[in-house]
Nanobody, 120 residues
């Protein structure tokens, strides 16, 4: 089970940190991804991190503004978002996959999502 938290309303230029807690040991060797989805649009890959190696991946659209990290002891993965823009408004999801991919179809487990709203 994956549970996201940390979403909310923030002003343009502000920051938020999203957290995702993985409650099962079966995620220990997974790659954890962050996606977002706006109404009527496909899920967009943002970033991913591997639990077992210090490797991260980013979409070009968020590189330099978003940072993904893991805390293996807490089984949590984070998405630190800075310089937020109104177009970052979406539901944000964490997901787990056996290996890295920017495609949502490779991710077998998904959290329920957390809403991020950026006001101008």
């Amino acid at each position: 089970q994956l549970v996201e938290s940390g979403g909310g309303l923030v002003q343009e230029g502000g920051s938020l940190r999203l957290s995702c807690t993985a409650s099962e040991q079966s995620f220990d060797n997974a790659v954890m991804g962050w996606f977002r989805q706006e109404p009527g649009k496909e899920r967009e890959f943002l970033a991913a991190a591997a639990w077992t190696v210090s490797t991260t991946w980013y979409a070009d659209s968020v590189k330099g503004r978003f940072t993904v990290s893991t805390d293996n002891a807490k089984s949590q993965v984070y998405l630190e978002m800075t310089s937020l823009k109104p177009e970052d408004t979406a539901v944000y999801y964490c997901a787990a996959a056996r290996r890295y991919s920017p495609h949502s179809t490779f991710y077998n487990y998904w959290g329920q999502g957390t809403q991020v709203t950026v006001s101008s």
